[in-house]
């Protein structure tokens, strides 16, 4: 299993980045798809988590509204739309997927800063 995140940066608070998640090594259409993140001297947390099948989507209540994800199963690839970015969305975000079964797997992450 290999999952690479791209698209982070630095961005001005209120504007907007697409992450990126190219996958492979795993069915990906039949597998449940997360983004997570972490600040420095936090926790990670969820962010939002797309299912495989109909596409079921769930966001963290900080991010509603603001973020949406969504995969393209033809590209093998997950996506999270970050609109009206906040400082407190600073982390490096990662790609999270059990590729079905009870093993978590992750990306190497992508550094996203909200600064002006």
């Known amino acids: 299993v290999q999952l690479v995140e791209s698209g982070g940066g630095l961005v001005q608070p209120g504007g907007s980045l697409r992450l990126s998640c190219a996958a492979s090594?795993?069915?990906?259409?039949?597998?449940?798809m997360s983004w997570y993140r972490q600040a420095p001297g936090k926790e990670r947390e969820l962010v939002a988590l797309i299912s495989s099948g109909f596409g079921r989507t769930n966001y963290a209540d900080s991010v509603k509204g603001r973020f949406t994800i969504s995969r393209d199963n033809a590209k093998n690839t997950v996506y999270l739309q970050m609109n009206s970015l906040k400082p407190e969305d600073t982390a490096v975000y990662y790609c999270?997927?059990?590729?079905?079964?009870?093993?978590?797997?992750w990306g190497q992450g992508t550094q996203v800063t909200v600064s002006s």
């Open positions: 999270n997927t059990n590729a079905g079964g009870y093993v978590a797997y």
């Open positions: 090594g795993f069915t990906f259409s039949r597998s449940a």
